[in-house]
Structure formats: structure tokens, C-alpha cells
């Protein structure tokens, strides 16, 4: 008889998206503060500012994932919301280095940090209008509905990343460099986003 692989702990999946939505919201509702000025090349400050929170966030990852086994899934969400502290500082000081940390909140954050995740869950809530990104101000009960939605798709790609626990320093190099990949596609969207003009209309 073939041999059974290691088995995904099933308990962990059906709570596991509301914990990540929970996390989610509470990391939203304040934007960091940030010590960068406005750049006179803002381009060039924020790809430093890119590969220096990239490389941050592989590390950060790929400490994490070491411990191997069961004590390997304790570390999921701990992992999440390291890297997401790790980018959302990067967010801010890319915001800052193009001038438009003022006008920097949670709808922009939660769409840099997650955009390149789950688009779909900003259907409908960001147009964009050329290079204009038009944001539709999002109720809490609006943020919660799209956190959740987020939740679902990292559960779905974090369950899949735990196995790596089963294999530790193989699982910690390809955790960090999915980390490095990730944080990249954050710092995209926001150079993207800060690139352009932004709107910002009320919730009806």
C-alpha cells in the first residue's frame, strides 16, 4: 500500500480565515507613522525602501517557519502579521517619500497590502479612472465584509504554506522567499497607487 502523507491539521481550516480577518481588522485601523521626508526621487526612495522591508520580511518569515511539526502551525499567524507590520511601514514611508502620507488610510492600505491577494474583494469599492484610482470610504461593516473575504484567500494559501512545517529549513527558505516575492507586489501596488491620483468618495 502506498505510504499516507503528513495530514494538514483539519481543525485548524474552518476557524482559521475569521482569526486572519480578525487580525486584519485591528491591524487596519491605524495607519504608522512614518519618518520619511518627501523625496525629490521618489521613484528611486522607493524601491530602497522596497528591497530593504523585502529583504525584512524574509527574514522575519523564514525565522519563522524553522520550528518544524505542529509547533510549526502556531507560527502562521504570527508570521502574517509580522510581515504585514513590515509592509504596512513600508507603505507608509512610500506614501511619504511621494508626498501623500496625508491622505493615506485604511481603504489605500488594506488595497497595497492586499490588492495582489484578493482583487476581487475590492470589486466595486475601487474604479479606476485612467490614472485615477477612485476609493469608496468603507464603513466598518464594509471593511469587515472585504477583511473577510482577504481571510478566506490567505487561509486557502497559508494552509497550503504550512506543510513547509513538516520540513523545516526546506520550508524556511521557500517561506522567506515568498515573503521577499509578497512584500515586492505590496510595494508595487503602492508606488502604483502613489504614482497616480487618488479620489476618495463617502459610502452611501
Not at 10 to 16: D, G, S, T
Not at 40 to 64: F, I
Not at 107 to 128: I, S
Not at 137 to 146: F, G, K, L
Amino acid at each position: 500500500m502506498p505510504q499516507r502523507s503528513q495530514q494538514v491539521p483539519a481543525v485548524i481550516a474552518p476557524a482559521e480565515h475569521g482569526r486572519i480577518a480578525e487580525a486584519i481588522l485591528d491591524f487596519v485601523s491605524q495607519v504608522p507613522d512614518s519618518r520619511v521626508g518627501n523625496s525629490q526621487d521618489p521613484a528611486g526612495e522607493a524601491r530602497r525602501l522596497a528591497n530593504h522591508a523585502a529583504r525584512r520580511a524574509a527574514l522575519a518569515a523564514g525565522s519563522l517557519a524553522l520550528p518544524p511539526g505542529p509547533l510549526g502551525w502556531l507560527t502562521l499567524l504570527p508570521e502574517l502579521i509580522a510581515i504585514w507590520k513590515l509592509q504596512a511601514q513600508m507603505v507608509s514611508d512610500i506614501a511619504a517619500a511621494y508626498g501623500h502620507h496625508a491622505t493615506l488610510g485604511r481603504e489605500q492600505m488594506l488595497w497595497c497590502l492586499f490588492r495582489h491577494t484578493a482583487a476581487q474583494a475590492f470589486r466595486d469599492l475601487v474604479v479606476r479612472m485612467g490614472d485615477r484610482l477612485v476609493f469608496r470610504r468603507m464603513s466598518y461593516a464594509v471593511v469587515e465584509r472585504v477583511a473577510k473575504q482577504i481571510g478566506i484567500k490567505l487561509t486557502r494559501r497559508t494552509l497550503g504554506k504550512g506543510v513547509s512545517r513538516w520540513l523545516p529549513v526546506v520550508g524556511a527558505l521557500g517561506v522567506g522567499a515568498y515573503a521577499y516575492y509578497d512584500t515586492g507586489q505590496v510595494a508595487a501596488t503602492a508606488i502604483a497607487l502613489f504614482e497616480g491620483e487618488i479620489a476618495l468618495e463617502d459610502d452611501s
